[in-house]
């Protein structure tokens, strides 16, 4: 039998065995449960495995077998040593899925995973990867590389885990790829609960960050270290060489909340939100590329504490302000509590560039509780050039603790900062022709983050930017009962049904849980429903409904029916809705009739509505407020109403909730635009009802027989404008009565 030499195969299987010793006869052709020789034992059942695990030696080799291991509970607990660690890897890099109720926990010294894929599931226990058995036995040394943790959230949204949970000392999490986490909690967090975690000398890196939808609440950071409780601790964790893709969970794409981290060399890529140095000190951000792409909130770097130090960093095309600025230094809470601001002292901002940024804020956040301004502090050496030119500085207390020297600046900078700053509206590009160079020892120089494919693995395709509703599959339907039903049973996502002219009559609820659309073919088909909805979105349900009339007349005779409804029952991921060209009528049948109604614990990414017409609606055509714990949840991100007709409505025609201080979320928004409201509501029924939006507005809208849109401010600086409108055939901008709750003790 072939005995790999494990100066060759062994050592190194974990990166090269798949590649050194393919094509081998390395474990013969029978397919038993154990395999063994010379310290290398390839194991094809979990009991095969614990016993592998068992007897292992340092040195020794677990190869798991190719093939889909479901509700695989795997403990690897054994002690390697340094120079030679104890390997579990794949059989084949990619060919070991992890499904089903399957998790890893990592236990002892020495040890490294590599080569597996969890997919298809969620784990069973608080996370997928675990660098500990329990509270008392954690990992020391090891490593996790070349695996990917793709989609393997929690069906239920508000259930918390961690993809990956980093314990013990000296671990490094490497080359891995995980991507598209829908479910509360950091997708990585580096923890400090006992003293055997702290000061712990963690390297997380070159893995790839791959999308991480908007969560609708505060919990979705993609990578987290410490928390408030221990952030006055050192934790020592490297971060570098990252690339984080689109991870726009909530403001904070990293929560940094202990001190002495190093955040270097990274790329985050068009992610809302920012690098946050939430807790903890001393802390070093250098050599990262921040590159918005000009996508919606993207920022920089958030600086709060002491000692942090943000140096020789590159800020590209970022457009996101406040909370979501290119650079925010906050301004902290006198004798902070752990868990609030404390006061930033001794930062230094040196020898960055900020090219086409829309906002730097200093003393964010400046209100009656945190006004505790930036003491000892410098900014110095930094290229800033705002976003079309102009200047992005916004001062919200006083600065003179920062102390400004020899900058260079787009712009004329406001008048408390001048004299640290050239204005040079014509900075140079460098010779790639797409940076600013540095200048006269002002800007930042040499490289800045790192290339998406030099991150996470070769073998697993990371996501595309695509939209959901891109075509897969084309499917004609003709009209019928139940055609769209039996049609939609078994569809993919992706397809398009086309409807030919006619009636279509549905008897049975259409659960759907991939994007599909349905549009029609010419004519606008007739689609009527005997059921309280017709769709129910549960999973990755996405929806485009296209040039259709939908009649409410076969419903039940029942209160509540709503022709699209959610359920948090099978998972919430981020669902989509588009309407246009879509004719509403005659959902009438008893009272509170909806249009679109989420259930409690689901989340829309956006809801958009075009040229279409709503008419005859008994309750709330867009009901977007179950989540009324004033935890800060809400049921959707973007509701978005342009070009379309509502009449005689029971009203409101949207009710959107979102309750609580909590200052996580950019969302919810509301946005109307170009539309008509004829007789909304009754009783004082408002025209909408938008409880804790942050944004919106309302646009060159005519209004007859309405009451004023109901908005109430709970957190944060909430934006809604109002122009253009007419009321009742008169100009009138503002059409709103508006509580403010935010000062409220
Ligand atoms: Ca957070």
């Not at 955040?263 to 070093?284: D, E, Q, V």
């Not at 120089?445 to 990371?462: C, I, L, N, Q």
């Not at 049975?508 to 429903?529: E, N």
Request: aromatic share 8%; proline share 5%; hydrophobic share 40%.
């Amino acid at each position: 039998m072939y005995k790999p030499a494990v100066s060759v195969c062994g050592a190194v299987l974990v990166s090269l065995a798949m590649v050194a010793c393919q094509g081998q006869p390395f474990w013969g052709t029978e397919r038993a449960s154990v395999e063994e020789w010379a310290g290398v034992v390839k194991v094809s059942t979990p009991d095969a495995f614990d016993r592998a695990v068992a007897a292992a030696q340092p040195g020794d080799q677990i190869i798991l077998a190719d093939g889909v291991w479901r509700d695989f509970d795997a403990l690897f607990e054994a002690e390697g040593t340094a120079d030679a660690p104890i390997t579990l890897a794949a059989e084949t890099p990619g060919a070991v899925i992890l499904s089903g109720q399957s998790s890893l926990r990592l236990s002892g010294r020495h040890l490294v995973v590599s080569g597996l894929v969890f997919k298809d599931g969620y784990t069973p226990r608080s996370e997928v990867i675990s660098f500990r058995k329990d509270a008392e036995t954690l990992a020391f040394h090891s490593r996790v590389t070349n695996t990917v943790i793709d989609g393997y959230s929690n069906p239920t949204r508000a259930q918390r885990d961690l993809w990956v949970g980093l314990y013990g000392r000296n671990n490094v999490f490497d080359n891995n790829h995980l991507s598209g986490k829908q479910n509360a909690g950091p997708t990585l967090a580096v923890r400090l609960n006992t003293v055997e975690s702290q000061e712990n000398g963690h390297r997380i890196a070159n893995n790839y960050f791959g999308p991480r939808p908007i969560f609708g609440s505060n919990g979705g950071e993609t990578l987290r270290v410490g928390t408030s409780h221990f952030s006055l601790t050192q934790s020592n964790t490297i971060v570098e060489n990252n690339f984080f893709d689109r991870c726009s969970g909530e403001v904070e794409i990293i929560s940094n909340k202990a001190g002495g981290n190093i955040f270097r060399g990274n790329t985050f890529y068009a992610s809302r939100g920012t690098l946050t140095l939430r807790h903890g000190n001393g802390t070093i951000v250098e050599n990262n590329l921040f590159d918005g792409a000009g996508a919606p909130y993207t920022g920089g770097v958030r600086v709060i504490n002491a000692q942090q130090t943000i140096r020789n960093n590159y800020f590209k095309d970022l457009t996101g302000n406040r909370f979501s600025g290119a650079l925010v230094v906050m301004n902290g809470v006198p004798n902070s509590p752990i868990n609030r601001y404390h006061q930033v002292d001794g930062a230094v901002i040196e020898n960055n560039t900020f090219d086409n940024v829309a906002a730097i804020e200093l003393g964010e956040g400046s209100d009656a509780e945190r006004t505790a301004v930036p003491i000892n502090s410098a900014f110095r050496q930094n290229i800033v050039v705002g976003k079309e030119g102009k200047d992005p500085f916004s001062l919200y207390d006083d600065m003179r603790g920062i102390g400004f020297a020899d900058n260079i600046a787009g712009a004329m900078p406001p008048d408390a900062l001048r004299a640290g700053f050239q204005v040079r509206p014509g900075v140079a590009q460098d010779a790639s022709g797409d940076r600013l160079a540095a200048t006269n020892g002002a800007g930042a120089a040499g490289e800045f983050g790192v290339a998406r494919d030099a991150t996470g693995v070769s073998w697993y395709p990371k996501p595309s930017e695509a939209s959901p509703f891109d075509q897969s599959r084309e499917i004609a339907l003709s009209p019928g009962t139940d055609v769209l039903s039996d049609a939609l049973s078994t569809a993919q996502a992706g397809d398009h049904y086309v409807l030919a002219p006619g009636a279509y009559h549905e008897s049975k609820l259409i659960t759907l849980d991939v994007p599909v659309t349905v549009r029609a073919a010419g004519d606008a088909p007739v689609v009527s429903f005997e059921r309280p909805s017709l769709f129910v979105l549960t999973g990755n349900g996405a929806l485009a409904l296209d040039g259709m009339h939908v009649t409410g007349a076969a419903a039940p005779d029942g209160s509540g029916n709503a022709f699209i409804s959610t359920s948090a029952v099978g998972g919430s991921g981020n669902h989509v809705l588009s309407l246009n060209n879509v004719r509403i009528e005659a959902f009438d049948v008893n009272r509170g009739f909806s249009v679109v109604s989420a259930a409690k614990g689901s989340f829309f990414d956006r809801i958009d509505v075009s040229g279409s017409a709503f008419e005859d609606i008994s309750g709330i055509p867009f009901k977007l407020d179950q989540e009324t714990d004033d935890y800060g949840i809400y049921n959707s991100e973007f509701l978005s109403i342009s070009d379309s007709t509502f009449a005689q409505v029971g009203g409101p025609i949207a009710s959107v909730y979102r309750g609580g201080r909590d200052e996580s979320t950019f969302g919810p928004h509301v946005d109307v635009t170009g539309s008509t409201f004829t007789n909304i509501g009754g009783d004082g029924t408002p025209l909408m009802v938008l409880h804790g939006i942050q944004k919106g507005s309302f646009t060159g809208n005519t209004v007859t027989g309405a009451n004023p849109i109901a908005v109430t401010l709970t957190t944060g600086l909430p934006v809604f404008t109002m122009t253009g409108n007419t009321v009742d055939g008169a100009r009138r901008e503002i059409f709103a009565d508006t509580t403010d709750l935010r000062n409220r003790k």
